[in-house]
């Protein structure tokens, strides 16, 4: 996949005039967060529903955020080990074992537990967090860039006032 991105050059500048960098985080993860809002709402209207399902009902839990469950984050670590990201936001499926197994299917198997021996035809995939992403990267990036800009613009003048009021 290539990407293309023009101006973030000059919004990276940006962040850069900002001194403190808890707060040029803040901005990133603000944008980031507004801007894969869409695509997460994208992902849960593709996702399967099942009404039958009450507190793991995937189509819900789909989320935008900074943070991973227990299990999410150690694949993330085995992934990204040595990656010093300054700033991460997630869209994906909250803690439900069953989200990798809806978008990539199950081969055929052998159950075991309760209906150990029995065999399961496995399940065909329903994806719904690629077909999000394939449809929404190009629109994502730049939602991306315009909500840097608005934050920074809004950042910069919170900034000046509070220099200006201590001054």
Known sequence: MDVKLQGFADLDRA????????????????????????????????APDDPSTTGFDLR??????PRLSRSQKKAHRKM???DKA????????????QAGFVEFGTSPHINGGKFAGTSHPGTSPRPFMRPAWDQDKGPLLDRLGEEIAADLAKTAARIARKAAQGA
Do not use: Y
Not at 60 to 65: A, D, H, L, N, P
Not at 88 to 93: D, H, I, L, S, T
């Open 15 to 46: 962040l850069q005039d900002i001194e403190k960098q808890a707060t040029r985080k803040a901005v990133l993860r603000r944008a980031l967060k507004k801007a894969a809002e869409p695509m997460a709402a994208l992902a849960a209207s593709m």
């Open 60 to 65: 819900k839990s789909i989320k935008v955020g």
């Open 86 to 97: 300054a700033v991460e936001m997630f869209v994906g499926a909250g803690p439900l074992p």
């Open 80 to 82: 990204f080990r040595d």
